[in-house]
């Protein structure tokens, strides 16, 4: 992805996003990081500046692989799904990267074996035998999120890599207590392999001096300075999977997908460079300013691990990090198992909104380092009460009159105080974004706004109009340029409806390409006005109900699922299981698995093949002609590498899977009740 063709870069200034995951979909959740940095990389070019701005999807580690293994797909057939979705959501909300791309090319692997061996050969990756989860049952080595226990921190019930649900630390391999395959189930053990590890520990001195120059929110800054004053562990950096980027010299390991989805930022701004003939290591090496912004649950990586292993293999480090708050759903904690989640493409832009009401609220609701809530009742106020009643009314106003009297814009020159207001609220707008105070920005934007409607009314150019025409044709000239100002100052944060607004006062050319200057040049006099189109409309109060009825009706779901999860269910969805009496035709080892069998069982109008963890009951042949408990309409799973398309029934006896059998024949097919 491109979003602008070719560009000379005024400066070696970088801005980046946090790589979004390829394995789902797009939530408000993602937007209050791209949003507000693309406001910021769109206000830095008002300013005459020139970032480079890239982003790209984060395509390893093992959620990717558990996922695509669900799905009965490839992991590159899944990642290639999400990274197309997150390109087309980009695309509609105006977030436009100079380039958007992949982990899993050919220059992130060759810049991740670079950047590893460079920390190898100068001491900071070692090998190391330690002790990690292994499943008897699926007979492998358990990565990250492939085990779940408890948290030896808080006692929460954690996932492999770290306490998702209790203390949120990360949690190194082999530091998972009572761990448990996730894939089956089984009571994993603890036994040893070589991994290699990278030298955290000794960067403790380099980033609390670091961390003290590095620009940012400084929420993000003082959590990472806590964290290594408590001392820093070193990282286990390889993992047991397939799907990654190799590690140099290893053919069963792959590199920790934490090293490989940031130096994704190198590898992005190296694609982007070839294609204009620039040099990354303008960037990267040199004296390049770069700007991560990230959501705030990755600030550990961004603020220690990344610049840590930066500085190990001698390159650029990160001038600021932008780390941005949290996000509530009707002021619940955002949840998409719970429900409380508003997807970008299903809930928002399908329900007919337009993409910049959206970036307003994102942008104007809260300071960007605090908790962010969204509702549809708070989003209709804002939109109704702010851009509908104060930017939307004045543009309209002010268009429609001078259209209507006077057809063109009048002559004469714009008042000072009018060019003093626009001049002032530029620096408040700049200042702002220098300190990523987006809130703070809108507001100053809107102030003008305010100011505006303020101006026209005790203007009064409806009556002027029948007493002085030349007075008259005096106010509209200042209206249409706040008119311009407003378009130009808004820009960044709207800025498909603020080229409407553009087109509407008939300028040359395009909004995006305006500096902040260009909103205190003159509007041409003689420029025609044609009858503009209403830029905002009401969102009425019927269509705000509906949309939290559908928000409740989802919550009631998920809920609903939960309780099935945890084991309450009701009748009528456990009559949803498809139960019924499976005749086994043939049963053979899975070869490299000491527990499992392959069936092929008879359930009536098909037959099934079943992965069961049973082989050390039961030989294979013992099994041909006899008849099972079969779940037909279980998801199917991979099991070993082999789709399993049902589930036989079995009774757990001292840890001894016994089948379940009718007491006498009764044939294949026959429902369960």
Known sequence: MSG???????????????????????????????????????????????????????????????????????PEELVNRYHAHFLEVFEAMGVCFDYFGSTHSPTNHHRTHEIVKANMENGYIYPKNIKLAYCPECERFLPDRYVEGICPSCGAVARGDECDQGCGIHLEPGEILEPVCK??????EYREQEHYFFRLSAFEHFLLEYLDGLDGTPYAINYAKEWVRRGLKDWCITRNLEWGVSFPGRDDLVVYVWVDAP?????????????????WKDFWIRNGKIVHFIGGDIVY????FWPALLRGAGYNLPSAVVASGMVKIEDKTFSKSRGYVVWVSE????????????????????????????SWELFAEKVNGELLASLGNFIHRVLTFTHRHFGDVPSGEVDEEILERISSIIDDMVEANSRYEFKQMCDAAMSLADFANTYFQKSEPWRLIKTDRQACAHVLKNCLQLCKALA??????????????????????????????????????????????????RIEDEKVKMLERAMRERIKAAMEGKKVQEGEISYEEFSKMDLRIGKVIRAERVKGASKLLRLEVDVGDSVRQIVAGIANTYEPEELVGREVVVVVNLKPAKIFGIESQGMVLAADVDGTAVLLSPMHEVGAGVRVR
């Open 347 to 374: 809930d928002y832009l399908n329900a007919g909104f337009h993409p910049d009401l959206l970036r307003y609220y994102l942008l104007s609701y809260t300071s960007h380092t605090k908790e962010l809530n969204f």
């Open 263 to 279: 130096i994704g930022y190198i590898s992005f701004t190296e694609e982007w460079c070839e294609q204009h003939g620039r040099d």
């Open 488 to 537: 130009v100052l808004f820009e960044p944060v709207m800025p498909h409806k603020m080229e409407q607004v553009w087109a509407m006062l008939g300028l040359s050319g395009s909004v995006h390409d305006a500096k902040l200057e260009d909103a205190l040049v003159e509007v041409p006099a003689g420029t025609h006005i044609k009858a503009p189109k209403v830029l905002f409309e």
């Open 4 to 74: 602008r063709g070719d560009v000379a870069l005024s400066e070696n200034l970088l801005v980046t996003c946090g790589l979004p995951y390829a394995n789902g979909r797009a939530h408000i959740g993602h937007l209050r990081t791209y949003i507000p940095a693309d406001a910021y990389v769109r206000m830095l070019r008002k300013q005459g500046k020139n970032p480079l701005f890239v982003c790209g999807s984060d395509t390893h580690g093992t959620p990717i692989v558990i996922n695509a293994e669900q799905e009965g797909v490839s």
């Open 183 to 188: 894939v089956c189930g089984t009571p994993a």
């Open 301 to 304: 990586h961004h603020c220690i």
